[in-house]
């Protein structure tokens, strides 16, 4: 891989855009510059500095810089357990969302991943020939990510900085757009959805995981009484009190879960109400949006399912509070473009 990328950066430049002006942008020797403005931005260890802040009304909270500079910090998962492709692979597939992505997502799509922190998801799926744009605003996460696929070759995934407020790609590039844990972050959740949500091509999906309401509560609980007690009692969390977990594993999860700077919390009810406005349709969601059907992995993501009325959606979600906060209370929703 040279100093200005990856062979699949080098023919995909007709995917980019400025996130200054929307221009055309060009790539040169170690940068990409800016038909439009003229703006240059640097290529640092094969990975395009694309972003650019948001320039809101300064009475608008915006919480970038200080989500930023936490996962600067703390790059959120860490590669301890992997040495291998073969181990990231199967790690990646004892959990039964990667593997069903993996079974049900073919080769040639073009994926992208919003907030794809040190790339593990998008590293996995490229694998199997799939196109994989892997973009963070946190450069500290992306140099993990592209180490691992630089060290064990993997040529079909490409790690890009950039604000997902300020898209680098052109509107309709991609087959599949994923953004799981990442919205909930950011200042303005359902700003950050309509944003990314540009980028799916006709016909094409998208795929975000959010924290739920319900689902957060016992984790909200326990950091209370972390933060009253000094961090004690931390054995509360099963992923702290898990042995098998190494220090840096374990001090990442705590940082993630109960220290970061800003989070939100949402329904799935609230999603459809965004799917609406946007004008996509949705087509699934984990867990499903009605009750007594749980997930299985026989199940088809992309298979279009009518979305349960109001009190089907609360029978499913109230158990959230019980079983949620092991895996940090997520649920997902898949929607699919016109």
Request: net charge neutral; with cysteine.
């Amino acid at each position: 891989m040279s100093e200005n990328g990856s062979g699949l950066l080098a023919n995909s430049i007709g995917l980019f855009q400025c996130p200054r002006c929307s221009g055309d942008l060009r790539l040169a020797e170690a940068t990409f510059d800016c038909l439009g403005c003229d703006q240059a931005f640097a290529i640092r260890d094969g990975i395009p500095m694309l972003f650019w802040p948001n320039e809101w009304d300064p009475a608008r909270k915006d919480v970038t810089d200080v989500v930023k500079s936490f996962y600067e910090e703390t790059p959120f998962p860490n590669y301890d357990d992997f040495d291998s492709v073969a181990s990231l692979a199967r790690k990646a597939r004892e959990g039964i969302f990667a593997r069903m992505l993996d079974q049900q997502v073919p080769p040639g799509t073009r994926i992208l991943e919003c907030g794809c922190g040190t790339g593990q998801l998008s590293n996995f799926l490229s694998i199997s020939n799939r196109s994989v744009f892997a973009t963070d605003l946190c450069v500290n996460s992306l140099r993990l990510g592209q180490q691992f696929a630089r060290e064990h070759q993997l040529s079909r995934v490409q790690f890009v900085q950039m604000n997902l407020f300020r898209p680098v790609f052109k509107p309709g590039s991609f087959h599949l757009v994923i953004s799981n844990g990442v919205l909930h972050h950011t200042s303005d959740p359902f700003e950050a959805f309509r944003s990314i949500s540009t980028l799916v091509k006709p016909g094409g999906f998208i795929l975000i995981g959010l924290y739920h309401r319900y689902g957060r509560l016992i984790t909200d609980a326990r950091r209370l009484l972390f933060r009253l007690t000094r961090d004690r009692f931390t054995w509360l969390d099963p992923n702290l009190a898990d042995a098998d977990r190494s220090d840096a594993k374990r001090r990442a999860w705590f940082a993630d879960q109960y220290k970061h700077p800003h989070e939100s919390k949402h329904t799935i009810g609230e999603t459809l109400g965004w799917l609406k406005e946007i004008g996509f349709s949705f087509v699934s969601s984990i867990p499903r949006s009605k009750p007594f059907r749980p997930v299985a992995e026989s199940d088809d993501l992309f298979s279009p399912e009518e979305p349960g009325n109001a009190l089907e959606r609360l029978l499913v979600e109230l158990p959230m509070v019980f079983r949620g906060s092991r895996e940090g209370g997520f649920f997902i929703v898949i929607a699919r473009r016109p």
